[in-house]
């Protein structure tokens, strides 16, 4: 009889251990793209026959053994007769074990598949670094590294991102013809390499997380599961390059960003604002560990990168007993600093937002008439939501209810339109 508990445990496994299983399966046969579609076929198989089975004692090994098995399966209806299918074959032994012991029948426990912890650390760099490839673009680096870092389905991709499962599957495919096409080797990158693509591995990540805790549609403000996901490949990536001071300042922002979801929406689910969230709600332990993370980044001694100077914001707040209570204006500070190094319309309008609190909304005003000026985030309900505020703090009401109004029509998620809707009715 199936044992129900048999998937569970499958999907538990499969989470954990994917990025290692298709690293090591891309490391045997040197193609990326052959290497994901034969650890999902070990996934198949595994689904049928461990609720049958039971579970192996060695889980990974077990899947690892199937997929070396689907290899030479696949290079041998390919007539693969060649060095590629002569070197598996020798590492296997003639019985398809694993050279040296005796035969594995990967329905059975595999002990005898050793797990190599630097390799291990190579293959899942190189996998996070495949899968952030400059030439993917930016949708196919989310979608893939969610695949075959994060082990999510293409099913909880599409839901996490409100698309259509095909459309998922879609750019997947697309991705790994394109990584094939331009020849990308399963490999670690050069220091160098390694420091022009980080980059892009890290905007990922965080690309990820900033859609989990800040939703941009549906009916949910924050999706814990895109965001706890963000925060387990952060963590991942901040151990593989310990010596990498974004890495950790990228760890600590989103640590210390989501010590506070606790209280960030109420029971009904409604979203609560900073000055109303009861800070006894905020995770302790999350905090602690951003903190220590933001002193690695720093203790690296070249400063604080971006992600670093936005973890240096978010712990200003971390440790603030009350919003009045918070040091806005070393936040205020921060934000130039940030301003300078990474400029963007969004961080100018965070800046406003500081200044307001620091030195009051006349102050804050002109800081956001310049991006209305200029065109900035035309398309984003941010910038009128925050104008709308302003305009209210100075008594400006009926200006203050235009911009409501357009931030309303603008936003996204139904959770925040709330908000905005109760906001405007209390204008009157």
């Not at 390499?193 to 941009?216: D, P």
């Amino acid at each position: 009889m199936a044992d129900p508990t048999g998937r569970e445990a499958v999907a538990a496994v499969w989470r954990i251990e994917s990025a290692r299983i298709v690293g090591a399966l891309a490391r045997y046969t040197g193609d990326f793209a052959l290497a994901e579609d034969l650890a999902q076929e070990a996934l198949a198989e595994a689904l049928v026959t461990w609720p049958r089975d039971g579970e192996p004692r060695n889980p990974a090994g077990w899947l690892l053994t199937v997929g070396r098995r689907r290899a030479i399966d696949a290079f041998r209806r390919r007539s693969a007769l060649d060095e590629r299918y002569a070197a598996l074959a020798h590492d296997l032994g003639e019985g398809g074990a694993v050279s040296g012991s005796a035969p594995v029948d990967p329905a059975r426990d595999t002990e005898d598949v050793l797990w190599d912890p630097d390799q291990i650390d190579d293959d899942v760099l190189a996998l996070m670094f495949i899968s952030c490839h400059p030439v993917l673009s930016r949708e196919a680096r989310v979608a893939l590294t969610l695949r075959v870092v994060g082990g999510l389905t293409s099913d909880e991709i599409a839901r996490a991102f409100l698309v259509p499962t095909a459309t998922v599957q879609a750019r997947i495919t697309r991705a790994k013809k394109t990584l094939a096409a331009a020849r990308v080797p399963f490999e670690v990158p050069t220091a160098q390499e390694r420091a022009e693509r980080l980059g892009s591995v890290l905007s990922v990540v965080y690309l990820i997380f900033t859609e989990g805790s800040s939703a941009s549609s549906g009916g949910e403000l924050i999706r814990f599961d895109l965001a706890s996901e963000a925060q387990r490949l952060a963590r991942v990536l901040a151990r593989l390059v310990p010596n990498e001071p974004e890495a950790h300042g990228l760890l600590a922002l989103l640590e210390l960003t989501a010590a506070r979801f606790p209280a960030r929406t109420g029971s009904d689910g409604e979203p609560v604002l900073l000055e109303h969230q009861d800070r006894r709600r905020w995770d302790r332990a999350a905090i602690r560990r951003g903190r220590a993370a933001l002193a690695r980044a720093e203790r690296a001694g070249r400063g604080l990168g971006a992600y670093g100077l936005q973890a240096a914001i978010a712990e200003c707040h971390a440790v603030a007993t009350s919003v009045d209570a918070t040091d806005w204006g070393r936040i205020v500070l921060i934000y130039e600093a940030l301003g300078r190094l990474a400029p963007s319309p969004v961080v100018e309008l965070n800046r406003a937002v500081a200044v307001s609190m620091a030195q009051g909304p006349a102050a804050a005003l002109p800081i956001v008439d310049e991006l209305v000026a200029a065109g900035a985030l035309s398309n984003s309900h941010l910038l009128p939501t925050v104008r709308g505020e302003l305009l209210t703090r100075l008594g400006r009401t009926d200006k203050a209810r235009a911009e409501l109004e357009l931030a309303i029509r603008l936003c996204g998620n139904e959770r925040e339109r709330a908000v905005l809707e109760r906001k405007l009715a209390e204008l009157g």
